[in-house]
């Protein structure tokens, strides 16, 4: 009876993924270790995403952003230990203390969507580029975002 490229492709992955699961931990490199349930995120329009993460050594806490509000959570064990509500397009986060709360709302550039503190300077280190506009929907694109220009990707330094 020949083998058809199905039953090889079939027989292949079952006997990979069999060695993966018995294997146990890789040798060398990451794996995960955990996964903690961190409840919806849901943003307007229905959409439901996290975006950025932001680890702070000292408390040992995640800040966790989506479009209104960050969550923050000890890295440790995964337990939501607060949150900062009612925000507006969370695109970065910054630690200068374990007090939950905005300390600064920046104003930057369309599209600037990362970001690093400087915790010395109190420098903010913001990066971003020139975009086309969006194209117009369709229906296999009905919310089209506009895409980066090459060659424009930027540096912004803010401080006080």
Not at 62 to 71: A, F, G, Q, T
Not at 138 to 151: D, L, R, Y
Request: charged fraction near 20%; charge should be negative; proline fraction near 9%.
């Amino acid at each position: 009876m020949p083998v058809s490229r199905l039953h090889l492709t079939f027989w292949s992955t079952l006997i990979l993924c069999s060695g993966l699961a018995v294997g146990g931990r890789p040798d060398g490199g990451y794996y995960l270790l955990k996964k903690y349930d961190l409840g919806a995120a849901p943003a307007p329009g229905g959409k439901e995403y996290w975006d950025y993460i932001t680890f702070e050594p000292s408390t040992r806490r995640l800040y966790i952003s989506h479009n209104p509000e960050v969550k923050v959570v000890d890295a440790d064990n995964g337990a939501i230990v607060g949150s900062i509500p009612d925000l507006k397009r969370v695109h970065g986060i910054a630690v200068l203390s374990d007090q939950f709360g905005v300390v600064e709302t920046v104003k930057t550039e369309f599209g600037a969507r990362n970001m690093a503190l400087d915790s010395k300077t109190h420098r903010l280190f913001i990066d971003t580029a020139d975009f086309t506009p969006a194209p117009e929907p369709t229906a296999e694109q009905p919310h089209p975002q506009p895409t980066p220009v090459s060659g424009t990707f930027r540096l912004l330094v803010y401080g006080h």
